[in-house]
């Protein structure tokens, strides 16, 4: 009876999934947050072409910006302070630690770039390009349960 019940109870239950949607709620991606419940969105600095790193973790049933990395603080980029601590990468380059913003309603809009800027999801070593599928495009990114 116990294993049945157990059994029951992982059938029912609801499983995270990061979905990448157009405006028109079309998927574009639909990324499984059961093995591991955290992700990077990695883009391209517009001007310098550096690799800007926003780190995501679903945990206790809110997306969170947990952390940031940036090779340099050029354009548009650097540290708030209260938002976060700065520490250097050891390379010339800044991490932001401990952000751990909560993502509103569990989703957040992005306008996609150019493959220049190359806008992309990396999860457990996979690589979602947006920019591929959807350049110049506004896109919802969030965690839904399924």
Not at 19 to 35: H, P
Not at 43 to 51: A, D, E, P
Not at 86 to 98: L, P, T
Not at 124 to 129: D, F, M, V
Request: aromatic share 10%; charged share 20%; proline share 2%.
């Amino acid at each position: 009876m116990i294993f049945v019940l157990l059994f029951l109870g992982q059938a029912l239950a609801e499983e995270p999934f990061l979905l990448v949607a157009r405006e028109d709620g079309s998927s574009l991606y639909q990324i499984s947050l059961k093995e591991s419940s955290c992700w990077m969105l990695r883009w391209n600095h517009s001007v310098t072409g550096i690799t800007v790193t926003d780190y995501y973790c679903f945990i206790g049933g809110q997306m969170l910006l947990t952390d940031s990395h940036t090779p340099a603080f050029d354009a548009g980029l650097g540290h708030i302070p209260g938002r976060g601590v700065q520490a250097s990468d050891g390379h010339g380059g800044y991490f932001i630690y401990d952000i751990n913003e909560a993502v509103k309603d569990n989703t957040y809009i992005l306008r996609v770039g150019s493959m220049k800027v190359n806008h992309r999801i990396e999860h457990e070593g996979k690589l979602y390009s947006l920019s591929a599928l959807v350049e110049h495009e506004r896109v919802s990114i969030s965690v839904v349960l399924q």
